[in-house]
């Protein structure tokens, strides 16, 4: 017996956002290691890093950065 792909999203997106976060990064790791979006991400967050630790941006507190997009 196999599950849809429908259904089983439906049961994923049923679980707690921890369970959701944690399956999700399961299924990313088993593509290729470094597939081309795994490569851009990483330079993505590393260059944020950098930015962030030079003072080239400043950071944002969680509840401020959420507001501001519900507010668009």
Known sequence: ??????DLTAQALALPPEDRAK???RLI????PR???????LTLAARRRDDVRAGKVAM???GDAISRVRAR
């Open 1 to 6: 017996m196999s599950i849809s792909a429908e």
């Open 60 to 62: 944002v507190p969680a």
């Open 23 to 25: 399956l999700v990064e």
């Open 29 to 32: 790791a088993s593509f290729e």
């Open 35 to 41: 597939s081309p979006s795994e490569v851009a991400w």
